[in-house]
């Protein structure tokens, strides 16, 4: 399974998200190196919650900034539960395919955090 790495350059500028995006790497790795199935719900519930509790962090800091793309991103981050939910129901059934939730994880740990989520750095460092 792919590890997810890391890096000090993919921070946006404000270590309440950097520190919970840098916990999400762990906790996606957690599930992707789960032993068994019991580990595995264990490790994407967590995950899941978590995830859920950042997004609503990191709304209220693009709020409290003022961010001009709020809606656009809040859009995003809607689509990304949508997909964690379909993810959750088809856990719950027994149909759960760790690909999927892979591919999930590539899109939003990566292209997310080094897209969108860097974006609202670079504004607020634009303002100062
Ligand atoms: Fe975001």
Redo the contacts with the bound molecule.
Sequence with gaps: MSKFTWRDDYRIGYDLVDGQHEHLFKLANKVFDAKDKHALKHCVQELFRYVRKH?RD?ERLMSQLNYPDYDH?VQ??NEIELRLSKIDAEFKTDQFSITALQILMNDWLLD??LG??KL?GSWARKQQ
Excluded: V
Aim: charged share 20%; aromatic share 10%.
């Design positions: 997004f990191e991103h995003l981050h997310h955090i969108a989520d609202i």
